[in-house]
């Protein structure tokens, strides 16, 4: 009668080089999913950033064309400006973010466009990693008379 112990004799350290493996898989798939969490937080930020741009830069009308003709129509060059000033002047973060598209596609109707690179945590380390990494965001507003 054998027992089962002679039956697998050679064997014993098979479960201690598969450990190391199964530990380094699970610390690479952790450290992918931290950073697609770094960026899915960026592009949701660049995208409320540039929906609250568009909506400022909406409200940058051109008083003189209004109380002259009563058009209601935004002024490009303050619409920029604003849109300059609010990117200027936000915290400091790990984002940075440039807006280079302030354009009207119609008299009341502004688009801004931003760019944001967010620097990974993991990625860089990691053969063919990207980092810093680049996200993009449009958002369109229009120019409201009110109620």
């Not at 931290?34 to 540039?50: C, G, K, M, P, S």
């Not at 936000?90 to 302030?102: A, E, Q, Y």
């Amino acid at each position: 009668m054998t027992s089962d112990r002679s039956r697998l004799r050679g064997e014993d350290g098979n479960t201690l080089l598969l450990m190391p493996v199964g530990v380094l898989i699970l610390l690479v798939l952790g450290a992918i999913a931290v950073d697609f969490a770094i960026v899915y937080t960026a592009q949701r930020e660049l995208a409320n950033l540039t929906a609250g741009l568009a909506n400022d830069a909406a409200g940058a009308v051109d008083e003189d064309a209004f109380y002259r003709d009563g058009v209601y129509r935004i002024d490009g060059s303050r619409a920029r400006g604003v849109v300059s000033y609010v990117v200027a002047t936000r915290p400091d973060d790990t984002l940075v973010i440039d807006c280079p598209t302030v354009a009207l596609d119609a008299p009341d109707v502004v688009r801004v466009a931003c760019v944001g690179t967010i620097d990974l945590v993991f990625s860089g380390a990691l053969p063919g990693g990207v980092s810093p990494y680049t996200v993009r965001a449009s958002s369109t507003a229009r120019a409201d008379e009110g109620p």
